[in-house]
């Protein structure tokens, strides 16, 4: 049975292995919508089962369809002793957007990763992304090095 982590309202829980194809459902959802490549559901619920079940990967389940997901990967950190985490992904179907799932879903992330002794945690998103970026700032993220002044960070990617 999923482990329940308090988030209330709306219900936000960990997944567990049994979940693999909900979350890749919701991921499948999350690339179609913002036009990016997804393998599709059952290539995603195959690369998910065994991340969920080693512990690779730490996937919250927002809202009873679920309606949202986030991604939680975790690595040990360079310059401290502690963990960084990263927010892969964070997505909410487009229905059920301004209910407060994201922020729930963020929540429960920031207090997952500090229990499981991050001291960082770091994400991706597009500037384009105001409803995200707003999220973010909300929540304390910056996108400044430093001070609130500080020069702009950015992210960037590449396919090899």
Same mark, same amino acid.
């Given at each position: ?38 393998? *599709? ?82 994400? *991706? ?24 002044? *500080? ?10």
């Amino acid at each position: 049975m999923p482990t329940t982590v308090a988030a209330d309202p709306p219900r936000v829980r960990i997944a567990d292995a049994s979940d693999a194809s909900t979350a890749a459902s919701l991921l499948h959802d999350f690339n179609t919508e913002f036009d990016e490549f997804t393998p *599709g559901v059952e290539a995603l619920t195959r690369r998910l089962f065994p991340l969920i079940d080693a512990g690779e990967a730490v996937i919250l389940l927002g809202g009873d369809g679920p309606h949202g997901i986030a991604v939680l990967r975790f690595r040990p950190a360079l310059w401290t002793e502690s963990l960084d985490a990263y927010l892969e992904e964070l997505y909410v179907a487009p229905d059920r957007r301004g209910e407060g799932l994201g922020q729930a879903l963020l929540e429960v992330a920031l207090e997952l990763a500090r229990s499981r002794g991050a001291g960082f945690i770091h994400l *991706g998103t597009s500037v384009d992304d105001k409803a995200a970026c707003a999220l973010y700032e909300k929540l304390g993220f910056t996108n400044r090095e430093g001070a609130p002044d *500080g020069p702009l960070m950015i992210f960037y990617e590449r396919d090899l």
